[in-house]
């Protein structure tokens, strides 16, 4: 097994299924190599700035089988269709921030060791829904993850960790939580990313060992806001 397909191992939530999502969102998309191995670094295609390379070679290789989905890809990307889909997805993480502030405390465990919020955070695969009917309706999430922080785009790691930094103090500034944690929710089908810092919930009156993953799945498929 590459060593790519194995970063977040030693996490609980990881499973074959999450390989294949995290493969698909940072390794090169013909030859599966990652920039954690030495020397290699990925560019996406110009077509669409949605698939990954790690070389020009590869790129030509995958063209036949990508030329397709590179133009639904450009075409989901007009401007106006990308920021609509972009604002409903934060509109979407708005209505849930309740439900998914308690699952992240529990899946980073934060119980048991609160610095780890600064070095891993959760991510939520999610897919569309064609037509939702209501805001909080309008994703559907179908796998967690727990990763360290850059574990998906190591390029965006020192960007993601000052925002959890900016959060973190005004936070610690302005109320008694003790911090921030990071939540990713990336929508895999149409390529659309909300990276959210989230208030760490009270440590206290949290039953540790509930099986959050459940009943975040629960709360965000049937659409029930906190
Ligand atoms: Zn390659
Ligand atoms: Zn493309």
Same mark, same amino acid.
């Given at each position: 097994?590459?060593?790519?397909?194995?970063?977040?191992?030693?996490?609980?939530?990881?499973?074959?299924?999450?390989? *294949?999502?995290?493969?698909?969102?940072?390794?090169?998309?013909?030859?599966?190599?990652?920039?954690?191995?030495?020397?290699?670094?990925?560019?996406?295609?110009?077509?669409?700035? *949605?698939?990954?390379?790690?070389?020009?070679?590869?790129?030509?290789?995958?063209?036949?089988?990508?030329?397709?989905?590179?133009?639904?890809?450009?075409?989901?990307?007009?401007?106006?269709?990308?920021?609509?889909?972009?604002?409903?997805?934060?509109?979407?993480?708005?209505?849930?921030?309740?439900?998914?502030?308690?699952?992240?405390?529990?899946?980073?465990?934060?119980?048991?060791?609160?610095? !780890?919020?600064?070095?891993?955070?959760?991510?939520?695969?999610?897919?569309?829904?064609?037509?939702?009917? !209501?805001?909080?309706?309008?994703?559907?999430?179908?796998?967690?993850? *727990?990763?360290?922080?850059? &574990?998906?785009?190591?390029?965006?790691?020192?960007?993601?960790?000052?925002?959890?930094?900016?959060?973190?103090?005004?936070?610690?500034?302005?109320?008694?939580?003790?911090?921030?944690?990071?939540?990713?929710?990336?929508?895999?089908?149409?390529?659309?990313?909300?990276?959210?810092?989230?208030?760490?919930?009270?440590?206290?009156?949290?039953?540790?060992?509930?099986?959050?993953?459940?009943?975040?799945?629960?709360?965000?498929?049937? &659409?029930?806001?906190?």
């Amino acid at each position: 097994m590459s060593k790519a397909a194995t970063i977040g191992e030693s996490t609980q939530t990881s499973s074959a299924e999450n390989v *294949v999502l995290r493969r698909a969102m940072t390794q090169c998309q013909q030859c599966f190599k990652s920039p954690v191995q030495p020397g290699v670094s990925l560019f996406r295609c110009s077509g669409c700035s *949605v698939e990954l390379y790690c070389s020009r070679a590869c790129q030509k290789k995958a063209w036949p089988d990508h030329k397709e989905k590179c133009m639904i890809n450009r075409k989901h990307q007009s401007s106006k269709e990308g920021a609509e889909r972009l604002r409903l997805l934060r509109a979407f993480t708005t209505k849930h921030r309740p439900s998914i502030s308690e699952a992240v405390v529990r899946a980073l465990d934060l119980c048991a060791d609160v610095s !780890r919020a600064q070095r891993d955070m959760l991510v939520l695969y999610l897919t569309a829904r064609p037509a939702p009917v !209501r805001t909080e309706k309008a994703f559907q999430l179908i796998a967690t993850d *727990v990763i360290p922080i850059g &574990g998906l785009w190591p390029e965006r790691e020192a960007e993601m960790k000052m925002m959890l930094g900016k959060a973190h103090d005004t936070i610690t500034q302005h109320t008694s939580a003790p911090g921030a944690v990071l939540v990713t929710l990336a929508c895999i089908d149409q390529h659309v990313v909300n990276i959210c810092p989230v208030c760490i919930q009270s440590l206290e009156g949290l039953t540790p060992g509930l099986p959050w993953e459940e009943k975040l799945m629960r709360m965000l498929n049937e &659409g029930i806001v906190l």
